[in-house]
Protein backbone atom coordinates (compact mmCIF):
# COMPACT_ATOMS: atom_id res chain seq x y z
CA UNK A 1 0.00 0.00 0.00
CA UNK A 2 0.95 3.76 -0.68
CA UNK A 3 1.06 6.58 1.84
CA UNK A 4 1.09 10.15 2.09
CA UNK A 5 1.69 12.09 4.99
CA UNK A 6 0.53 15.72 5.14
CA UNK A 7 1.66 17.83 8.46
CA UNK A 8 -0.54 20.95 8.88
CA UNK A 9 1.70 23.80 11.14
CA UNK A 10 2.57 27.23 10.32
CA UNK A 11 5.75 26.99 12.38
CA UNK A 12 7.26 24.13 11.00
CA UNK A 13 5.90 25.51 7.36
CA UNK A 14 8.16 28.41 8.09
CA UNK A 15 11.15 26.95 9.27
CA UNK A 16 10.59 28.35 13.19
CA UNK A 17 10.17 24.93 14.54
CA UNK A 18 11.38 20.90 13.08
CA UNK A 19 8.42 18.69 12.39
CA UNK A 20 8.73 15.55 14.17
CA UNK A 21 4.70 14.11 14.06
CA UNK A 22 5.33 13.98 10.30
CA UNK A 23 8.09 11.86 10.11
CA UNK A 24 7.53 9.67 13.01
CA UNK A 25 4.40 8.98 11.45
CA UNK A 26 6.13 8.23 8.34
CA UNK A 27 8.52 5.83 10.13
CA UNK A 28 5.65 4.32 12.01
CA UNK A 29 3.72 3.67 8.28
CA UNK A 30 6.74 2.33 6.89
CA UNK A 31 6.88 -0.57 9.98
CA UNK A 32 4.02 -0.98 9.31
CA UNK A 33 4.32 -2.00 5.30
CA UNK A 34 3.44 1.17 4.15
CA UNK A 35 5.79 2.65 0.84
CA UNK A 36 5.59 6.46 2.27
CA UNK A 37 5.40 7.68 -1.17
CA UNK A 38 5.21 12.08 -0.22
CA UNK A 39 5.48 13.93 2.34
CA UNK A 40 5.07 17.59 2.65
CA UNK A 41 4.32 20.59 5.57
CA UNK A 42 1.72 23.17 4.67
CA UNK A 43 0.05 26.21 6.99
CA UNK A 44 -2.96 26.07 8.54
CA UNK A 45 -4.82 27.58 5.79
CA UNK A 46 -7.06 26.49 2.48
CA UNK A 47 -3.79 25.15 1.20
CA UNK A 48 -3.82 22.43 3.07
CA UNK A 49 -7.72 21.72 1.84
CA UNK A 50 -6.05 21.90 -1.92
CA UNK A 51 -3.31 19.67 -0.90
CA UNK A 52 -5.41 17.22 -0.25
CA UNK A 53 -7.95 17.40 -3.34
CA UNK A 54 -4.97 17.24 -5.53
CA UNK A 55 -3.51 14.18 -3.57
CA UNK A 56 -7.22 12.73 -3.74
CA UNK A 57 -7.68 13.47 -7.19
CA UNK A 58 -4.69 12.46 -8.92
CA UNK A 59 -2.11 10.72 -6.21
CA UNK A 60 -2.01 6.86 -6.56
CA UNK A 61 -1.96 6.73 -2.70
CA UNK A 62 -4.09 4.33 -0.45
CA UNK A 63 -4.02 6.31 2.70
CA UNK A 64 -3.37 10.28 3.50
Keep these: ??????????????????????????????GAGYEVVRTLIVRMSSSGRAVLRQWCDQEATDLI
Design 1 to 30: FKAAVLTVSDRSSQGLRTDEGGPLVAKLLE
